[in-house]
């Protein structure tokens, strides 16, 4: 068998079947191409908030850091986000995720009629599912973390306002309503200081099949081309035993 393929691969370098030809490119192109093009996973992603629904906004090109969270009321958001590049991914792993340049494609506000459960769709472009969970998690994080500073900077300007109106006070009963709220507000900023304002958890993934740009044409460039070579290989083999 191997003196076959030898002699076939010799057969080939010689003969001017431009037929036989074209199999071995379209094979050694296919392979290449399904190769070099590297996969790509869609992964869209629900995420639910557990005390209250918060639209996730931001402009175009925005950094994920500059989202905010926002009460939308009895509606459900779903929005949808990909990634400029796929190999934007494995960049945004290894830098300040801040800096990742995130597109709006997409959104679309849903009826709770139809969706009881608040949820925010963020859809991802990666390389693998856990590429692409692990890049959601970095940036629910950096949302959150945003969020919660902007709430204990709030807080604190409330609780300074309130201390300065508390030291211009004299009637007790105002004095004991004003001190209520400061603690009050000191209670919020200790909580907001402990816990993400917005608190998101992922609740499914749900993972496209393994999808390659142009798939068409490095598969059936390698299918057929294999196919058609162990073909030709096979005619070849019937020829020299029938000789």
Do not use: C, W
Request: proline share 4%.
């Amino acid at each position: 068998m191997q003196s076959d393929l030898t002699n076939f691969l010799r057969y080939l370098g010689h003969t001017k079947s431009y037929t036989l030809k074209g199999i071995i490119v379209g094979l050694i192109t296919g392979l290449v191409l399904f190769l070099v093009i590297p996969a790509q996973y869609n992964a869209s992603v629900i995420i639910a908030a557990k005390e209250s629904l918060y639209e996730i906004e931001g402009s175009n090109n925005a950094s994920y850091g500059e989202l905010q969270g926002r009460s939308i009321g009895p509606t459900v958001a779903t929005f949808v986000y990909t990634v400029e590049s796929p190999r934007t991914i494995s960049k945004l792993l290894g830098s300040k995720a801040t800096q990742a340049n995130i597109r709006k494609i997409q959104k679309r506000i849903t009826s709770r009629v139809l969706y009881p459960d608040p949820f925010v769709e963020i859809r991802l472009a990666a390389n693998t599912p856990a590429q692409a969970e692990e890049t959601l998690g970095q940036l629910i994080a950096i949302a959150n973390a945003e969020q919660k500073e902007k709430v204990v900077a709030q807080t604190n300007e409330r609780i300074a306002y309130l201390q300065k109106r508390l030291q211009n006070l004299y009637d007790p009963l105002q004095k004991q309503e004003i001190a209520n709220l400061l603690r009050n507000e000191e209670m919020k900023a200790v909580d907001a200081g402990a816990d993400p304002y917005v608190s998101i958890e992922i609740v499914d993934a749900l993972y496209a099949d393994d999808k390659r740009d142009f798939p068409q044409l490095p598969m059936l460039l390698g299918l057929f081309g294999f196919a058609g070579l162990l073909l030709a290989l096979f005619i070849y083999h019937l020829r020299q035993a029938a000789k």
